[in-house]
Structure formats: structure tokens, C-alpha cells
């Protein structure tokens, strides 16, 4: 912007409103000229979103919005479809829609805030055909489309984007097959090969190898092109036309394109870890990366001799300065792992390319030979580690808890079948993080897991527990088990008990109290339960809060002690209710003197801040301490 | 055998005892001679024990025998590894370790049986390493066992057999990028390329297209040979001594190969079905088919200028008459199919490659344009149901219920959070037929789909009731559900009231009592339980039957008027405990004047004849009376 709008200040967020876009659309200029201008505008204010947001992902949006911009501005016509399989570059679509008045300019501010745009893509947002986030399934949904359009004599084009790091899924592959057995032309598939995946170069994860030639093996039309230059991209879009077969385009672009520092070559090397995969910028970040594309976008205006572009801006939120009582629990495990890791030769641990996110660098750094990246091949890490426990070793398996339950659910099973002992750990357990949506939100986990004869299932609700619940896991659980990890920081307000030791199906009282009992489990709403407690004992109500670390097994004895002097019980499910914790209590503590109310989720879980999806589910302390009033005013 | 041994006679069944396999591993012929006569006589076992069990894999028993009896014969080594991923041709490689001396010989008359040799492949059986059943995990736990002697600084291959149809499977391609990665040159992959998979060929069902082209773009050395050539199969073999890389072989075989009518060639058109997938010979069948083998088995031997084979004989059992209380309630849904789909125009029906175990016969043949063949892509096909649901398609999915709720679990709820209605038809539900083993004893689907937001689980308990539950699915529930059908056919002995209707949460009493309440659902515990209920009358005991066929919803004001008179409830689960119907009652009974007791599986459920496993698990009349009597003499 140079000259014409001065220098971007700290503190300020920027963002181009919808009449500008609306002007650049009718510029009399070059299609692709225009394009770029409008893909670069999408930029800023997908840059802008994620900042406001505090959340989001920056580098595939950036990558994919020239080939989005194209498609939406001039490819497309009413019958075609376009959504994007891999769904993490939400961000950087939702701009494109926004721009292109599909989606009410107001949600540009309103990422990943409830009745917002969530961060995973939900057909509720307008523009939105499918749901997104858990990757691979994007060819095959767009192959149940085209069937439909067939029966229904309709005509209309899919355009599907995909991941690169997405095609090391199975689906990938499993829906390649009929989609050229059925001849099903509609289809184009764009792989936005962006060259990293969620946490450094797909080729250092788990090497795609020769992808051109997977994709001609399985019969499709491959095309390759510079996916970050808008001529070539409508060009070779332009050469598909008329093919028979379903039609797949290789598009080169760059991670973080059209901000220098974010982009994957400015990487210092290969070994190097992506800093802007998700996340939010920083505010020096921002700063620059605001810099440079609104000084592009004047210098394009001024190229293309149209007046400059009018910003708006808004004051970045001061951030609230970290809680002392802070904890995190993935670092607490990282160290925990370590030191297992220490004493357990055989222990060898598995990842599926979140390698940061479930705290595994250090001990890759410490034991590289047994660390086994296995990319995002959930099923195939599964087995694999289903094999290594049938030759001895103690394989620990990581990914996200949402899919590490769900993705190779029939995978755990049959290693469950082989009663060999295997420790999975599955992190961003729970409700919140909000911001993702529900494709991250793992509230099903347990649910899924439940009937895996003879895993154990636990959950700790602070850094201290870690260590132990791990410990066990290790050295005393006779088989295998499922270590359910919080990944937000938590401001945890109770502390266990000095002498505390983690015992198989009890619980340990965290605050005492006589009038209720509230049995949960994890940071999320232990803590929230304390703060109840807390507001409650204010007004006279007094609460017992119980940490039963231990989600599908409960000592009976235990429970009987703990309820004997009680009449109300709470269960606190950062869950769905089916499934729950407080479902297997219920089934426990059949025939006790007591009510029981459960809390927990009982719909698909709105996406949104972290305190606005507690509240909405009635999840936070407000909304606990109602129900204890509740109940004992029903007594 | 001809002049040898004289005409099979009807009636009697051929084995060869394990003295003959001991004579003619030590024949001094050339090595591809003798491994082809020890393949025949694994042959006649295999059939023996298919036949004697009453089940069980012919086709690609007979198309792998050459393979593995060279492998098990001439090329492993101790440190050498082989498993069969598919696992479903288990009878042939049973043979071929009890013609080793590896599993002890009286296991030859325990195919199927309780204590006995499993339908598929677990590791309580001396040979097995790893179990399988479900397909595409092979090469992922060959990955984790080369890892495994890695670390742990020991040599030896492994060799992981797979079927042709079971390349289908997503999982399959997801494993083979970090083989070649780590450059896993231990692993000898041979796919048993018999041309068919399930129902029929593999080109009708979902055509692989170029195989080799696809393994070679994934990095793989590719050799192609006929499998049914052992000097063939040697030689291809011994080519791959040496190769750095991980290696597959295509074998070419038959299915069915070595009984010429078995073999596919024999199918009068490629839309022919094939009747030697699975499930015993009729009597005459077993007749031709004996007398072949030992015919060319004979000749063999005395080409070898070896004396005569000499086989043992066992008397068929004389088969039941069949009951004519007999239901069969997969015809029953075909027709109930047939109903809808003529009266819903938007209905379309998927298939995972059981078109014939599911019913689905009638369907395709009917609606052709309406019915879509997915092979054995079970993430694909769930996939494809959503597009097609999300473009105004009402798409009835199914499989097996094992493989239905698990394999594509993460996919099933992603079609969830998109609130589109779907119906999944899960058959061979329960636990029995136990003949298969607990690969395909679908115990923990319920839980599995338990939490799947809006999804109404639902079980007929007879063919009348099929109609009425698919109705409901069509045309009243709101969102998706999943129809869980029982396939063995069930002796019924009781009716639905002449006016029944099948009314949301409710349940219908079929046996009236006051003493205990069993509340249960489908056929096959049903039964049990009213032959519990007739015994206990014998000796005064009144018991109440109560057909639930809501799995996951329970209408609190009819459960409280069910219960009203009632001081004993016992739940029935032909299912885990955990997540079963049980489960979801006590939680809804909580509260409530009553004892309960829940009955169902609490492990891995043992493979058996079906009346075995009942037993074993206390799930048969006698088990369930037992358990109605504690509950009485506690009260």
C-alpha cells in the first residue's frame, strides 16, 4: 500500500468490505488479472478472520484461494458444485463466498463463533454442500452427488478439492476405483499440493512417491499444473473439457502463498516444522503479512489504473494475560511419555501427522528409532501398531481422539481380538476447542470405544495425573487402553490431594460437600464443577465434586462409599450422554437411594469460543450450579 | 482313484489321516511334485471339514492351497512369517498346517466348532500369528511385525496373503506407501488373484482395472505368475530373492480350483453367481467333487510310482428336517425392500459385495438404475450414501452389521452431522452364526452406533415385523436409522398379536408373566427366551417375554406400565453388555422399584456351532431360566 495507505499499524486488523469486492468483480480488466486481485483481497480478509478468530488455518487457505477464486468468478456455472474435502482451508472459501455475496459479509466476523462459520465446513453456512474436516471422504460424497444429478436427469459439474497430506488416506484411494467404473466425467478432483501437511513436507511424513502415476494407474484423467497462476490452472481446466473420465488436476502451489514468511519455501530446511498450518498469527505476523498483501493489492489496483482499495480496520482484542493456574496436559504427557519411555525399552510410539499437536516431538527427538510417523493412515497406523504388539513390543498409538476412535474403529477391534496391550491416546478429547467444529470435536470417543472387550479407558484432569494415569497404562493395565487427553490449556482451580495415587475404578473427592455429588472426569469440567461449587457455597448449597478419572469401569464399593451419606447425584459428561461416563454410572449405581441427573451433549455440538459452546450446552459453572438447584428443589 | 478306491458313496465323507501327509512329504519326487499332491490332499480335507462343519470357504481355500502348501513346505524357514490377510480361506490353510504337523490332526473334525478351528484365522490356534477376518489389514500388521524384528535386531519374511476382492478396501493402498518408504523388503505380499470375490466377479462387482500398473506406481516390485503352477509360483519367487523393495505377487489362480465344476471358468456367464464362496456342499456336490480330487490324487500317486493313498471315512450326519416354524428374515426384507422402493421413487439401495447375503437380489434386479455396487468399500459406499442423501436420494446402505458399524464409523457419523436421512441395513447380526469366529460376530455394533446424533437403532424379531420396521425407517423417521437383522433362520415360536403395531419406544409382551420381566429384541434370544419361559412354567414360575425392538429408545410411560406389576426385570443382549439395549434400559429404569439383570456378552465370544455358543454364553433357554431362578430364590 506504500503511498497510498501508510503503514499497517499494531494493533489494528484489517479487512476489505464488500463494496470493494463488488467493484473488482466488474474491473474491466483480464479474467485472470481479475481473478488474482479478488483471490488476494480473499486473502487479507481470511488473514483478518483468522486473527479476529484467534484461530484458524492460514496455509491452505492462502495456497487453494487462486484456484477457488477462478472457479467461483468464472468457471462455475448454477448447476456445479464445489466443495473442498480436505476443509481445513475453510478460512480463505468462506472469503471467496463472502466476496462473491454468497454468504452475509457480517460472518466475516463471526469465525468460529457460535451461529458464526465454523472452523470445519457445515452445510448450515450458505454456499456450504457438505461437511468437511475429516479427511478423505470428499471424492466419494461427490460421487453420491453425481449418482443422484443421473437419477434425477439433472446435469451439473463437482469440483472437489482434496489435501495433499489428505491422499495418504485410504477413502482416497477406495474411491478412485468406481468413479472411473461408472465413467463419472462431472467429477474434477483439484489436489492442492501445497507440498506440506499439518506439520512439515508430506514427503518427510510419509512420501507420496510418484502421485501422477497413482492416479493414471487408477484410470483417471491426471492433468498437472502451477495451481498459484491463474492461467495456467484455467488453461488446463479448459483442456479437460470433453474427457470421458473422471478428471484429477495435481495444482503446485505453495503453502502460505502470497506472504513471503508463511510460505513453505521460506522453510530454513526440510527438517522444519510449519508454523502457520493453524493457529493464529501473531501480532508482528499479522503485521507484516497484512503489510505485504495489502501492498500488493495497490500495487495490482494501481497496475490495472484502478483507484486504490479502501481498508477497514478493527482494534485487536488485548489478550487476557495466562492464568497462573494454567495447566497443559500434552506437554505434561510429552514428558510423561519420556519417561516411560526411559524404563520400557519396547515402548515405541505411533503418529499420524500430528506429531505437535500430541506432543511427540520430544520423544522423537530422544528415541527416533522407535518413532514411527505412519501420515494421515489412521487404519493402516492401527494395525500396524497391532502387529508390533504381537511381536512384543508396547506400541503407543496417537492421534486426535475424534478420529483415532472412529476412523479405525474396526482396526482397534481386531487387535482387541488378539488381547495384546496397546496404549491409545487420543488428544483435543471433548467439546472444546470450540473453534474447529464438530469434526474435531470429539464427543463420540468414548461411545465408539465402549464395547472393545478389555480396553480401559481413563482420563486425567490435570498435568499431576498424567504421569500416573500413564504409569498405569504402562506398567499395571493387563491390556490395552485408551488415554483420553484435554488439549487446551485449562485454568484448573483444584489440586488433588498430596497423597493422591491413581486407583483402578475409584475416584478421589476434589471439593467436599454434603447437599449433591458431582462425578466427572478431565479439566474441561472438573473445573467447571468447582467453580459451581464454589458460586454455590456462596448461597448456602453445598457440593461435593468427584474426579473419577476412570470412564468405563467404576469400583462399586467405591461408589457406594462415596454416595452413602448422599441423595443427589450429577454425572458430567464432556460426551454425548450415550456412551458416557454417566451412563455407565447409571448402570452401576442401580438400586441406590439417589436421583441421578446427567449432563452431557446431546446433539451435535455447536462450534464457537471455548466459554461460548460451554454455555450454550449448559456445560459451565452457571449452567451446572442451575442444575444442582434443580435438583434439590425437586426433592 | 477309479480302480484304486472304488465310488464315493453318498452319505460317507473322505479325509486323509495324517500318516499319508507324513508319507508323502517325504516322497522323492521333484519338489513341485510332491508340494502338488500335499496341495490335493489338502483339498479333500479342506472339503471334509467344510462339509463335516456344515461351513465354510471352498472356493478360495481350494484357489490358495498350491501357494501355501509351497510356502509352508519348501520356502519358510522358522524365522519366516505368513498369515492370510483375507483369512476367510482358513479351512485350506488349516489343512495344509495339519498335513504339516503344525495343529494337531483331531482339529480336523473341529472346523467350526467350539474349541476347535475357528472360521477365521485367530491366534489361539497353533500357525496363526495374527487374526483376520475383517479385510485390508494384512500388509499394516506385516508392517508392524518387520518393524518389530527391526528393533528388536531378528531377521525373517513375511509373506501376507491376500485376497483379490479384499484390494478393494481403502486400507489396502493406505498400506502400501510406507513400506516402500522404510523400505520394507522383508514383506512378499501375494495376492490370490481367483478372479472372484464374494458374490461374483471381481470386474462386475468393482473392476480393479490394471493391478499391476496401480502396485507398480505405488513403488512396489510387481511379479505376476500362475498361482496354481507351483513350478510357476517357485520360480517367480526365487526371482525376488535379493529385491531391496517390498514385493507383490499377482497369482493367477482359480477359485475353486481342482474341482473342475467349482472352479470359476465352470460359470455358464460372467453375471453367473458363484455357489462355492462360502457355506457347505450340497450332498451331491460333496460327491462329485470327493471323488475328483481322490481320483486325480490317486493317479497322482501312481504317476509317482508311489502306492495308494488311503482314506479315512466319517458318516454325514443326517440333517434335521426343517422346522416349520423356520423364519428367514433377510427374504422377508428383500420383499419388505421391494415394497418401498416401488412406492418411493428416491429410494436407492448400496451394496459392500454381499448383494446375496443382504438380500439385495430382487432389488438389483428390479431397479437396476437404483441400485449401486460399491465392492468391498464399505468408507466409500457410506460416503457415497451422503452425497446422495444431500441431493434428495433416500439411499438404503448394507453389510454385514460387523463391518457396517466399524469400518466406516467415522464416516457414518460424518453423514450424521449433516442431519440427511439415510437407512443402514446391518445383517448377520448377533452372535451367532458362531461358525464364522469373531470377525464377523457383530456384538458391538449397537455401541459402536450408539452415539451417532439422531440415528433410531431398530431390530425385528420375526419376518411380519421386518416389514413394519422398514416401513417405519422409510416413511416415519425423521432422521436415519439402522435396521440390525439376525441372517441364520430362526426357529420363532411365538407371534405377534394379531393387531400389533409398531409404535416408537414401545415394546410388545409375547409370553405373559408376573414373576420376572425379560425385555429383549430380534429373533434369536427371543426364542430362547420363550423356551425359558415354557420350561419355568413346567415348575411355576411365571415369566414374562417383551419384545423391544427400540435399541436405543425406550418410551418411559410404556416402560413403567410394562413394569408396573413387576419386581424382576432381566435384559437380553444378544450383544456386549456394554452399549447394548440392557445398558440404555437401566439408565431409563433408574429409579424404579425393580432388580435388573443384564444378560449378554462380557467378552470375545467364542466361534462354535450356533446352539454351542448359546450355551457357552448362558444365552440359551436353559442359561436364561438358570438366571430367572437366581433372581427369584435372591429376592
Redesign the interface.
Known amino acids: 500500500m506504500g503511498d497510498q495507505v501508510g503503514q499497517v499499524v499494531e494493533g489494528t486488523l484489517y479487512y476489505l468490505p464488500y463494496t470493494e469486492f463488488q467493484r473488482v468483480r466488474v474491473l474491466k480488466l483480464p479474467r485472470e488479472q481479475r481473478v488474482a486481485i479478488f483471490a488476494d483481497m480473499c486473502r487479507l480478509n481470511a488473514l483478518y478472520k483468522i486473527a479476529y478468530a484467534g484461530s484458524g488455518h492460514i496455509g491452505s487457505s492462502f495456497s487453494s484461494l487462486d484456484i477457488i477464486s477462478w472457479l467461483l468468478m468464472e468457471e462455475m456455472n448454477d448447476d456445479d458444485i464445489f466443495f473442498s474435502s480436505k476443509g481445513h482451508d475453510a478460512p480463505g472459501y468462506y472469503a471467496a463466498l463472502i466476496g462473491m455475496g454468497k454468504i452475509d459479509f457480517d460472518f466475516i466476523h463471526k469465525l468460529r463463533k457460535i451461529d458464526g462459520l465454523p472452523g470445519h465446513p ?2 448450515g453456512t450458505p454456499g456450504i ?4 474436516g ?1 479427511l ?2 470428499g471424492i ?10 443421473r ?2 436427469k439433472r446435469s451439473g459439474r463437482v469440483f472437489v478439492m482434496t489435501g495433499d497430506g489428505e491422499v ?8 478412485l ?2 468413479a ?2 461408472y465413467g463419472l466425467h462431472e467429477i474434477t478432483v483439484i489436489i492442492d499440493h501445497n507440498k506440506l501437511q499439518s506439520d512439515t513436507f508430506d514427503k518427510n511424513v ?5 502421485l501422477e ?2 492416479l ?4 483417471w484423467r491426471v492433468e498437472r499444473c502451477d495451481g498459484n497462476n491463474i492461467s495456467a490452472f484455467a488453461a488446463t481446466l479448459a483442456s479437460l473439457k470433453g474427457e470421458p473420465r473422471p478428471k484429477v488436476i495435481i495444482a503446485d502451489t505453495f503453502k502460505g502463498k502470497g506472504v513471503s514468511f508463511m510460505e513453505h519455501t521460506s522453510l530454513a530446511s526440510d527438517a522444519a516444522m510449519y508454523h502457520f498450518h493453524s493457529g493464529a498469527p501473531d501480532a508482528s505476523s499479522y503485521q507484516l503479512a497484512a503489510q505485504e498483501i495489502m501492498s500488493r493489492l495497490q500495487q495490482c489496483m494501481s497496475d490495472a489504473s484502478a483507484s486504490v482499495l479502501v481498508f477497514k480496520t478493527v482494534e485487536r482484542e488485548a489478550t487476557a494475560p495466562p492464568s497462573t493456574k494454567v495447566q497443559r496436559l500434552i506437554p505434561a504427557y510429552s514428558r510423561a511419555l519420556l519417561e516411560q519411555a526411559k524404563k520400557h525399552p519396547n515402548l ?1 510410539a505411533l503418529d499420524a501427522d500430528l506429531i505437535l499437536d500430541t506432543g511427540l516431538i520430544p520423544f522423537r527427538d530422544q528415541f527416533p ?2 518413532f ?1 510417523e ?2 494421515i ?1 489412521e ?15 508396547l ?1 503407543v498409538v496417537h492421534s486426535f481422539a475424534c ?1 483415532l476412535s ?2 479405525p ?3 482397534i ?2 487387535n ?4 495384546t496391550k496397546i496404549i491409545y491416546v487420543g488428544s483435543l478429547a471433548g467439546v472444546v476447542p470450540g473453534g474447529p467444529g ?2 474435531h470435536q470429539a ?2 470417543d468414548i ?2 470405544l ?5 480396553l480401559e479407558m481413563i482420563e486425567p484432569c490435570c498435568s499431576e495425573e498424567v504421569a500416573q494415569v500413564l504409569q498405569y497404562c504402562v506398567t499395571e493395565a493387563v491390556g490395552s487402553s485408551y488415554l483420553r487427553l484435554v488439549s487446551i490449556p485449562c485454568d484448573i482451580p483444584y489440586q488433588l490431594p498430596p497423597d493422591y495415587v491413581l486407583k483402578p475404578g475409584h475416584g478421589v473427592v476434589l471439593v467436599e460437600g454434603v447437599d449433591v455429588t458431582i462425578i466427572g472426569y478431565g479439566p474441561v469440567l472438573l473445573a467447571q464443577a468447582w467453580w459451581a461449587a464454589s458460586m454455590l457455597r456462596d448461597i448456602g448449597i453445598s457440593v461435593r465434586v468427584v474426579n473419577l478419572p476412570w470412564l ?1 469401569r467404576v469400583d462399586s464399593s467405591w461408589l457406594e462409599s462415596v454416595l452413602a451419606d448422599c441423595r443427589h447425584v450429577i454425572t458430567l459428561d464432556n ?2 450422554l ?2 458416557g461416563q454417566g ?2 454410572l ?2 452401576a ?3 441406590l437411594p439417589v ?2 441427573t ?1 449432563l452431557g451433549l ?3 455440538p455447536v462450534c464457537g469460543s471455548n466459554n461460548e459452546v460451554l454455555h450454550a450446552l449448559g456445560l459451565d459453572a452457571d449452567g451446572i450450579a442451575k442444575v444442582v438447584i434443580g435438583c434439590l428443589d425437586s426433592k
Open positions: 457445515d452445510i454442500v457438505t461437511n468437511t475429516s478423505g471422504m466419494s460424497k461427490a460421487k453420491g452427488m453425481v449418482f443422484a444429478s437419477l434425477g495418504q488416506e485410504g477413502q482416497f484411494w477406495e474411491s476405483v468406481s472411473v467404473n510419509s512420501d507420496l512417491g510418484d502415476a497413482k493414471h494407474a487408477f484410470g515405541v528409532n522407535r514411527f505412519c501420515g493412515a487404519q493402516d497406523m492401527v494395525s500396524i501398531a497391532g502387529g508390533m504388539a504381537l511381536k512384543g513390543l506400541p478420529f472412529a476412523r474403529n474396526e482396526q477391534y481386531n482387541a481380538t488378539e488381547k464438530h469434526s464427543v463420540r461411545s465408539a465402549a464395547a472393545m472387550p478389555g468405563n460426551h454425548y450415550v456412551g451412563e455407565m447409571a448402570a449405581m442401580f438400586g436421583t441421578l446427567r446431546t446433539d451435535i
